[in-house]
């Protein structure tokens, strides 16, 4: 290299160094002088001939500024252009070519990577550079702007990125693998088409990934089967479907479950023995304590002879009706259990009803996915009678295939859903030997149109569970009565009667009495009495707790109800027969004018007709648990009294208020815009 060209660039990089960080300073702080003074270097510069007209200026951005020069040598092929950072002087720095990925995934531009603890304004030609080659297309591009990133590393050490402007992201994995550290990389000539192009890769990780491309032979006039034979094997005819046939000359009806489920249900059979149970505490609490009788001997051998012998008797005397105290509070146990076997015959035939119209539902689900599987396939076999004729492509019906599957899976998970619903159904009964039949109702028969204050007042009215807290109540109190009782004293009386044997020859009879009281001076039941006081404030408290669960519970089968029914009359009259009317419009057009409307439209109009159904079928079976449930909560032994309970509801759509119509706009007084 010549000296004086070096001594020449050198030079030209202070000024141009200078000028520029005069010209900064002058933008930040606005002193006309400095202005004037930074673009005279400027000028200068350029007229010295700085190497920033024949390549992309450098940006420097993030801790200490090391030193840079742009320079054009002659071991680099024409019309590549080299930008050479030199390393500052101090110890602990290193240079490095840093290629960037952004959250996109592919790579940007490379950046140069500059460590070092001090900064060395002075330069140093003998070191080696680290040099990047840019070609003329990607050095038109200098006007784009990136951000320049700067990081903290470990040790206070900071990472200096200096971004070559105009060199934007490489979009081909071929050029990002060409960036290495510290060495030189050559960027072929590329073409606007090739920086903008993208390759699709599916991840390996992807199930699917690894299918082959669809490919179709071309048409043969000589051969014309050889194309038809390769359709037909990659996409052959979907199968009819299979049918879950359920016998109608055999009908159940809901009542007749109920009665098979009251009569063979083992939870019934278990409330009533604890009726029996029940009843038997109670017994057992107000009997009166059996007399003790036995013999007696006394002084036996104190005199050589038999002395006293004879009988004695003893009795507990219960005092201040401690017995009837018991047993009254225990029959408050029997009534409870008498109260809880009727909710159970009602959990009973909740359960049979929920199970019932679970079972109804899978039936209408069966149906409706059969006739739907049917239809997919329909459209599947027109569709592959127009790829024959060359009037849709191969990947198109590909992805109408996935819907004729998918339309196979639904129809066989209602199957499977049905079976296991009868069983639940048989489960309910108290008969697993209970064979499928037909069910009589229709899943969507018309339902009321309930009124909730009205609901909740009956459910007051009539539940178990309030009577209940009212018997725990009373029962409290007895108890507590009881315990107060408990310390006035029972009385034992204990007698004896014997023949005195202590004189031979001279027999008499006498007898013996004992009266005893325990004496209520340290133990007066003080503990226990304020046990049961505690237990007579919580049940006092025990039916605003009920009515509280009670009116939570409704709530939210009301609600439930509610949305649902609104929902399935909207999908019934509304949503259904308008993705219908989408489909066969979306369709027509599509065969009538198939470059207009898009094939893409009629996967489309598939997928949401299926939702559709798929949410129909969900609104009904949740209306119908949550109607179960309601029927529950008021413990109706008749689930048509709540089917007739009000006045069945009108349209789903007079429920919604309607939308206000638009006002016109008001105009602005006084002409203002």
């Given at each position: 290299?010549?000296?004086?060209?070096g001594?020449?660039g050198?030079k030209?990089?202070q000024?141009?160094?200078?000028?520029?960080?005069?010209?900064?300073?002058?933008?930040?702080?606005?002193?006309i002088?400095?202005?004037?003074?930074?673009?005279?270097?400027?000028?200068?510069?350029?007229?010295?001939?700085?190497?920033?007209?024949?390549?992309?200026?450098a940006?420097?951005?993030?801790?200490?500024?090391p030193?840079?020069?742009?320079?054009?040598?002659?071991?680099?092929e024409?019309?590549v252009?080299?930008l050479?950072a030199?390393?500052?002087?101090?110890?602990s720095?290193?240079?490095?070519?840093?290629s960037?990925?952004?959250?996109?995934?592919?790579?940007?531009?490379?950046?140069?990577?500059?460590?070092?603890?001090?900064?060395?304004?002075?330069?140093n030609?003998?070191e080696?550079?680290?040099?990047i080659?840019?070609?003329?297309?990607v050095?038109?591009?200098?006007?784009?702007?990136?951000?320049?990133?700067?990081?903290?590393?470990?040790g206070?050490?900071?990472?200096?990125?200096?971004?070559?402007l105009?060199f934007?992201?490489?979009?081909d994995s071929?050029s990002?693998?060409?960036?290495?550290h510290?060495d030189?990389v050559?960027?072929p000539?590329s073409t606007?088409s090739?920086?903008?192009?993208?390759?699709?890769?599916?991840?390996?990780?992807?199930?699917?990934?690894?299918?082959?491309?669809?490919?179709?032979?071309?048409?043969?006039?000589q051969?014309?089967?050889?194309?038809?034979a390769a359709?037909?094997?990659?996409?052959?005819?979907?199968?009819?479907?299979?049918?879950l046939?359920v016998?109608?000359?055999?009908?159940?009806?809901?009542?007749?479950?109920?009665v098979?489920?009251?009569?063979?249900s083992?939870?019934?059979?278990q409330?009533a023995?604890?009726?029996t149970?029940?009843?038997?505490?109670a017994?057992?609490?107000?009997i009166?304590?059996?007399?003790?009788?036995?013999?007696?001997?006394?002084?036996?051998?104190s005199?050589f002879?038999?002395?006293?012998?004879?009988?004695?008797?003893?009795?507990?005397?219960?005092?201040?009706?401690k017995?009837k105290?018991?047993?009254a509070?225990?029959?408050?146990?029997?009534?409870?259990?008498?109260?809880t076997?009727e909710?159970?015959?009602?959990?009973?035939?909740?359960?049979?009803?929920?199970?019932?119209?679970?079972?109804?539902?899978?039936?209408?689900?069966?149906?409706?996915?059969q006739?739907?599987?049917?239809?997919?396939n329909?459209?599947?076999?027109?569709m592959i009678d127009?790829?024959?004729n060359?009037?849709?492509?191969?990947?198109?019906?590909?992805?109408?295939?996935?819907?004729?599957?998918q339309?196979?899976?639904n129809?066989?998970?209602?199957?499977?859903?049905?079976?296991?619903a009868?069983?639940?159904?048989?489960?309910?009964?108290?008969?697993?030997?209970?064979?499928?039949?037909?069910?009589?109702?229709?899943?969507?028969?018309?339902?009321p149109?309930?009124?909730?204050?009205?609901?909740l007042?009956?459910?007051?009215?009539?539940?178990?569970?309030?009577?209940a807290?009212i018997?725990?109540e009373?029962?409290?109190?007895l108890?507590l009565q009881?315990?107060?009782?408990i310390?006035?004293?029972?009385?034992?009386?204990a007698?004896?009667?014997?023949?005195?044997?202590?004189?031979?020859?001279?027999?008499r009879?006498?007898?013996?009495?004992n009266?005893?009281?325990?004496v209520p001076?340290?133990?007066?039941?003080?503990g226990?009495?304020?046990?049961?006081?505690?237990?007579?404030?919580m049940?006092?408290?025990?039916?605003?707790?009920?009515?509280?669960?009670?009116?939570?519970?409704?709530?939210d089968?009301?609600?439930r109800?509610?949305?649902?029914?609104v929902?399935?009359?909207y999908?019934r009259?509304?949503?259904?027969p308008?993705?219908?009317?989408?489909y066969?419009?979306?369709y027509?057009?599509?065969?009538?004018?198939?470059?207009?409307?898009?094939?893409?439209?009629?996967?489309?109009?598939?997928?949401?007709?299926?939702?559709?159904i798929?949410?129909?079928?969900s609104?009904l079976?949740?209306?119908?648990?949550?109607?179960?449930?309601?029927?529950?909560?008021?413990?109706?032994?008749?689930?048509?009294?709540?089917?007739?309970?009000?006045?069945?509801?009108?349209r789903?759509?007079?429920?919604?208020?309607a939308?206000?119509?638009?006002?016109?706009?008001?105009?602005?007084?006084?002409g203002?815009p």
């Amino acid at each position: 290299m010549d000296p004086a060209a070096g001594h020449c660039g050198k030079k030209t990089n202070q000024f141009f160094i200078l000028g520029s960080t005069v010209l900064s300073r002058s933008l930040t702080s606005m002193p006309i002088v400095l202005a004037i003074v930074g673009c005279l270097l400027l000028i200068g510069c350029r007229a010295i001939g700085t190497p920033a007209e024949q390549t992309g200026v450098a940006r420097l951005s993030g801790g200490p500024k090391p030193s840079t020069k742009v320079a054009t040598s002659k071991d680099v092929e024409p019309g590549v252009k080299r930008l050479t950072a030199m390393k500052p002087r101090k110890k602990s720095t290193s240079v490095s070519l840093a290629s960037h990925k952004d959250e996109t995934g592919f790579s940007t531009a490379p950046a140069f990577k500059i460590e070092g603890e001090e900064e060395d304004s002075s330069i140093n030609d003998e070191e080696s550079p680290a040099v990047i080659s840019l070609s003329p297309t990607v050095a038109k591009r200098s006007s784009q702007k990136s951000p320049v990133p700067s990081t903290e590393r470990s040790g206070g050490e900071r990472e200096t990125f200096i971004e070559i402007l105009g060199f934007t992201r490489q979009q081909d994995s071929e050029s990002s693998q060409q960036a290495t550290h510290n060495d030189t990389v050559e960027l072929p000539e590329s073409t606007e088409s090739q920086a903008r192009s993208l390759r699709l890769r599916f991840p390996t990780e992807l199930p699917g990934a690894n299918a082959a491309r669809i490919e179709l032979p071309e048409t043969d006039d000589q051969n014309p089967q050889r194309k038809l034979a390769a359709i037909d094997k990659l996409f052959p005819p979907p199968p009819s479907p299979r049918s879950l046939v359920v016998a109608k000359d055999r009908v159940l009806t809901l009542q007749e479950l109920e009665v098979l489920a009251l009569e063979h249900s083992p939870i019934i059979a278990q409330a009533a023995a604890q009726i029996t149970m029940s009843q038997g505490v109670a017994i057992q609490q107000g009997i009166y304590p059996n007399p003790v009788i036995g013999y007696e001997s006394d002084t036996v051998g104190s005199s050589f002879t038999r002395d006293y012998q004879g009988m004695y008797f003893s009795q507990l005397v219960k005092t201040g009706g401690k017995l009837k105290l018991q047993r009254a509070a225990a029959n408050m146990d029997v009534m409870n259990a008498q109260l809880t076997y009727e909710k159970t015959r009602l959990d009973v035939l909740r359960s049979v009803r929920a199970g019932y119209y679970n079972v109804l539902v899978s039936q209408e689900a069966n149906r409706i996915n059969q006739a739907l599987v049917l239809f997919t396939n329909q459209v599947y076999v027109i569709m592959i009678d127009r790829l024959k004729n060359g009037e849709q492509a191969a990947y198109e019906l590909s992805q109408l295939q996935t819907l004729v599957i998918q339309a196979r899976m639904n129809l066989m998970q209602s199957q499977n859903r049905y079976v296991a619903a009868w069983k639940q159904l048989a489960a309910a009964v108290g008969m697993l030997e209970l064979q499928p039949a037909y069910l009589a109702d229709r899943v969507d028969m018309s339902v009321p149109n309930l009124d909730f204050d009205d609901l909740l007042a009956k459910a007051f009215s009539i539940h178990p569970d309030l009577q209940a807290s009212i018997n725990l109540e009373s029962q409290s109190r007895l108890n507590l009565q009881l315990q107060k009782t408990i310390p006035l004293p029972d009385v034992t009386v204990a007698g004896a009667l014997q023949n005195d044997f202590t004189t031979p020859g001279y027999q008499r009879s006498s007898y013996n009495l004992n009266l005893s009281v325990p004496v209520p001076i340290f133990d007066r039941n003080q503990g226990n009495i304020r046990v049961a006081q505690g237990r007579l404030n919580m049940a006092t408290q025990q039916y605003a707790l009920v009515q509280n669960d009670l009116n939570s519970q409704l709530a939210d089968a009301f609600e439930r109800y509610q949305t649902a029914r609104v929902q399935s009359e909207y999908y019934r009259t509304q949503v259904l027969p308008d993705l219908a009317r989408a489909y066969r419009g979306v369709y027509e057009s599509h065969i009538a004018r198939s470059t207009k409307v898009a094939f893409g439209d009629i996967i489309v109009a598939q997928q949401n007709l299926a939702s559709g159904i798929s949410n129909y079928v969900s609104s009904l079976l949740a209306q119908w648990v949550a109607l179960t449930d309601i029927a529950n909560i008021l413990q109706l032994q008749d689930f048509n009294e709540l089917l007739t309970f009000i006045p069945a509801s009108p349209r789903a759509s007079d429920d919604i208020p309607a939308l206000p119509s638009p006002k016109p706009p008001t105009p602005i007084s006084g002409g203002q815009p």
